[in-house]
């Protein structure tokens, strides 16, 4: 079964910096794109970043001056480094990745989240 695990959210305060990571485990045949998504309280779910496994990157406007997004291929993993981070990134981040996990087949998988608080 295929896991993604994120790690590295917590409370900052504004201008602030954090590095989230992601990492992919389990039976693995290959990995397409991957990226970030977050949720802020009441609202829905939006796209951060995300990165091809050729290294192009696709980043919202909101944080394109801010926040960088990059991949590890050979440890199956994705970082986004989030700098002068402001109150209104606070959400819960997702990791999503487009994993192949069999000979045939394609799916998106999701990470369970990490909290991320940007507050005084």
């Known amino acids: 079964q295929v896991q993604l695990v994120e790690s590295g959210g917590g409370l900052v305060q504004p201008g602030g910096s954090l590095r989230l990571s992601c990492a992919a485990s389990?039976?693995?045949?290959?990995?397409?794109?991957m990226g970030w998504y977050r949720r802020a309280p009441g609202e829905q779910r939006e796209l951060v970043a995300t990165?091809?496994?050729?290294?192009?990157?696709n980043i919202a406007n909101s944080v394109k001056d801010r926040f960088t997004i990059s991949r590890d291929n050979a440890k199956n993993t994705v970082y986004l480094q989030m700098n002068s981070l402001r109150p209104d990134d606070t959400a819960v981040y997702y990791c999503?990745?487009?994993?192949?996990?069999?000979?045939?087949?394609?799916?998106?998988?999701w990470g369970q989240g990490t909290q991320v608080t940007v507050s005084s």
């Open positions: 999503n990745a487009l994993i192949r996990n069999t000979i045939a087949n394609w799916r998106d998988f």
């Open positions: 389990g039976f693995i045949f290959s990995i397409g794109p």
């Open positions: 990165i091809d496994n050729d290294g192009s990157t």
